[in-house]
Every structure is written in C-alpha cells, then in structure tokens.
C-alpha cells in the first residue's frame, strides 16, 4: 500500500492559522444559522453531534477506515477535498469552529464538545496500539513467502490519512486545555476547592450565596474537564510513545506533533503548586506526557530541557516535580534528561547579568531564579544519589559562584549522596545507590559477576578490592570539598 508523504494537517502556530493556506477553513460552516440565541444554539448542538456520530464510526470501523481512505486515494477516484472520507471537510470544520467558540459555548455542549474529542483521541490511540498488536501477531503465525522477504505486516506504517487524524484530533485537544488553562488562571479556580464555609450544617453555617453556588458549580465542571482532557492526551502521548515505528516512517517522528503533549504539559505544571492544586492540574499526567515524549523523541530533548529549566527558574514548586520527572523516563542505558539538565545547570553564567535567550536568563540575573534552581541539585541526589554523583563535576564550578543559595545546594548534594551511598553500603553492599532495584545497580551487579566468572580476568576478591577502592577514592574527594566548604564566605553554607 502506497501512502502520500504530505500532511493535510501540518500543525499551525495558531488556531487562527486554519483559515489560511493549506486548511482554508471558515469561522463558520456553511448553513450554520445564528438568527437568534436560540439558533446559534442549536446550530452549535448540531456540530457536537455530527462529531459524535464520527466517533461512533471510528469505533467500529477502526485502521480499516483509513486504509480505504488511502486506497482511494491511490485509485482513480476524484480528489473532492483536503481531507480523507472519516475524517473529511465537515468534521474539520465543525472541531475548529467549536474550538473557536468553545469559551461561549453553553456548559452542556462544551461538556459534549470534550467528551467528543477525548473519545476521539482515545479511540485513535487504541486503533495505534490494536494495529500495532495485530501486525505482531500475522508476523509470528504468516511465513515469509519468498526466502529473505519479510511479511508486510512487520514494517507496515499506519497511512498518512490517519497520522492526519490524529494530529488534528491532538491540535484541537491541545487548544481545548491550553483555552482551559488560561481560564483557570484567570478565574483563580485552583483556590476555589480550598475554601471553607462558616458552618457544618443544621443552618448554623453562613448561608451560601446563589452566585456562590455558581461559581463552585463553574470550578468543579473546570477541574473534571481538565482532568479529562489530561488523561486523553496522556494516553496519546504514551501511545505515539509506544508505537513510534508503527506510527512514523523510518520511526522519525514529527516533532510538531508528538511536541503537543510536554506543551500543554508545561501549562498544567505551572499551577502544580501544592498537592492539591497538584491534583487539580493533573500534575502526575503532565509529568508522564513528558516522559513519553522524551523517551521517544531523542530530537526534542534539548528543547523539553530548555523549557524545564526555565520552569525551575520561574517556580519554586517545580523542583521536586522535575526531580520526580528524571525519575520517570528511561534509565537505560543513561539517564539523558537528568543529565542534560544537570549540564544546563552547570553552564549558567551566574557572574553577571543574564544574557538574554540562554538559560541564565532566568537565574543569573534575578535571585529568585537562583533560589528556585537550587533545590533542584538535593531533590535529584535524594532520589538518584548515584546519577548526580557521576555527573556532579558539571555543576561543582559553581561553588565558587556568587549566590550562596547554589553553593549551599551543591553542599547539601553531596551531603544527600554521602548518606545514601553510606546506608546502601552498610545495608546491602550496593554501594553508591540508595535503590538497589535501579537500572545502574542492576548493571553493576551483571558486570561484577561476568568478571567474576571469566578466567584469567580477575577473581571475585580482586574485583571487590578494586571496587572497595573506587568507593573510598570518591568519598575521599567529596569529603575534601566539604571540608573547604568549612571556609565559605556564608555562614548558612557553612
């Protein structure tokens, strides 16, 4: 099967971008009446419904429905539009005038509107990961007809008429929460499920005004939306991760698209201040968007990095959060995000102003943006004492650094990473890991064996001797630092 390399849906920089060249969509759809209120109601119930109707057909048609797109497409039949027969013209238009107006919609029909679209990215996300399974499966039970042939299945990549869906189903799903986003920030939802009342009951209480009512109504349909929307793009986001080869050619990516999630990510985490507001962002789903994306996308890693390192330098609740984030990628067989995160740490200029456009932009040049990063360095060697350890000369400039606030975190680091190491030790002899189910220590042990059992390498004990060696060696020189740090300009380090 043959399959058209250009995108009907390259993803714009705007929503208003898809009323210009190559969507050529229109602020409303032919025929929609808005005569009055109660028109434009109706008419707006019309759009949901026809988007409910599609989603019906996708559940029970599945990857069949765009395989037979793209036959069509190869065949002879006329090209009567931009888009494939499921997701054609109407649908597209409909999503985008929906979207679009999704702000004034009336609650019952936004309510309708999101449900539509998470159920249609769910579905297609299913379709991926069913697909994918099902092509396995041919593979293990069909032969190679012809010898050194592999069976289609094993490579075949999904047509490009579904990538399309998929990225347009993303894009309106994304403006959907990024609209929701600002709203709450604006409206300061979060705060609203903190508040008490006066009273318990029986009418002693202070009465709660109408308008009260309301607005609590207004805060909780706000937070089951947003919860609703973060879990349909977390299972997008782990779907395009799982299934990369599947989804892409070559398994390259398009940045644009699987981008979505860690953008719309980085919004929620910016409201994550606390357990409850946490909770109320969705903040465990946006850290694994995150980590899905970077797991699949080694391209996007050093924009994903910029971008929480200026998150720690804005916040001061994202340090645990991006600590917990390194915990939540893949491990082997490095730790990559930890890592670059710790070397952008390292390369911030804290001598002088901040040069606008480099990370030390928001560090450098305020303390605030130092005191937020800080944390970061002993929230990582509390979790990973043993990844910080083997990068810890990317950061160990800055103890001659201004700001006593990263001198005093680097002091803490090691303090973190001399304890851990010292109770693995005395616990169960994996030394220099707190955890010794991690990918590291795992690998250690592998490595410790196989040279164990190899003749004329080395016996057991020699290995041992050395690897005891190692160990004192490192606590020797970590010590020595903070013996310096005895001598340091601020009393706090000291």
């Known amino acids: 099967m043959a399959s058209t390399n250009k995108s009907t849906f390259p993803i714009p920089s705007s929503l208003q971008d898809l009323e210009r060249e190559p969507y050529n969509l229109l602020p409303y759809p032919a025929g929609f009446a808005d005569d009055d209120e109660a028109a ?20 029970s048609g599945g990857m069949t429905l765009f395989e037979e797109a793209e036959e069509e497409q190869d065949g002879t039949c006329s090209d009567e539009g931009a888009f494939d027969p499921w997701m054609d013209e109407e649908r597209v238009q409909a999503m985008y005038t ?7 919609l009336a609650p019952s029909t936004r309510k309708r509107l999101i449900s539509a ?15 994918d399974t099902e092509s396995s499966s041919e593979d ?5 007809t012809n010898t ?7 490579t075949a990549v999904v047509s490009q008429s579904f990538r399309d869906a998929l990225a347009c189903h993303l894009y309106m799903l994304f403006s959907i929460m990024h609209f929701t986003e600002s709203e709450s920030k604006s409206s300061k939802a979060l705060n609203v499920g903190t508040t008490t009342t006066g009273g318990g009951g029986g009418g002693r209480g202070k009465k709660i005004s109408a308008k009260e009512q309301e607005r609590r109504a207004e ?35 398009d940045e644009d698209v699987v981008n979505l999630p860690c953008r719309i990510a980085y919004q929620m985490l910016e409201g994550a201040t606390g357990v409850v507001a946490r909770r109320a962002c969705s903040g465990t789903e946006a850290l694994g968007m995150i980590a899905a994306t970077v797991n699949s996308a080694d391209s996007l890693l050093s924009t994903v990095v910029a971008a929480l390192v200026d998150l720690l330098c804005s916040y001061e609740h994202m340090a645990p959060l991006v600590a917990e984030l390194c915990c939540m990628v893949n491990e082997r067989p490095t730790n990559r995000l930890a890592t670059e995160l710790l070397r952008e740490i ?23 943006g130092v005191r937020n990063v800080a944390p970061f360095l002993s929230e990582l060697a509390s979790r990973r004492p043993r990844l910080v350890l083997a990068q810890i000369s990317l950061v160990l400039p800055h103890l001659d650094s201004e700001p006593y606030q990263l001198r005093s975190a680097i002091v803490a680091t090691i303090g973190n990473i001399l304890t851990k190491v010292g109770q693995a030790d005395d616990e169960d002899g994996n030394s220099w890991d707190v955890d010794a189910s991690s990918p590291s220590s795992e690998e250690d042990k592998e490595d410790e064996s196989h040279d164990g059992n190899e003749g004329g390498r080395g016996t057991s004990s020699d290995a041992d001797s050395h690897h005891m060696s190692n160990i004192s060696k490192g606590r020797s020189a970590l010590l020595d630092i903070l013996t310096e740090r005895v001598r340091d300009s601020s009393s706090f380090t000291r």
């Open 40 to 59: 434009r109601a109706d008419s707006f119930d019309g759009l949901v419904t026809h988007l409910e109707r599609g989603n019906r057909t996708l559940a």
């Open 98 to 104: 929906l979207v679009r107006k999704s702000s004034s």
């Open 117 to 131: 679209t998470c159920q249609a990215v769910q579905s297609l996300s299913t379709i991926l990961g069913s697909s």
């Open 140 to 144: 293990q039970i069909e032969p190679t």
């Open 148 to 154: 050194g042939t592999q069976s289609s299945s094993a």
């Open 219 to 253: 805060a909780a349909e706000l937070a089951t939306s947003r919860e609703t929307c973060a879990r349909a793009m977390l299972v997008a986001a782990q779907a395009m991760s799982g299934h990369t080869n599947r989804l892409w050619k070559r398994g390259v990516p």
């Open 346 to 368: 390292g390369r911030m200029d804290m001598s002088g102003p901040a040069v606008e456009g480099t990370a030390a932009a928001g560090a450098g040049g305020k303390a605030s």
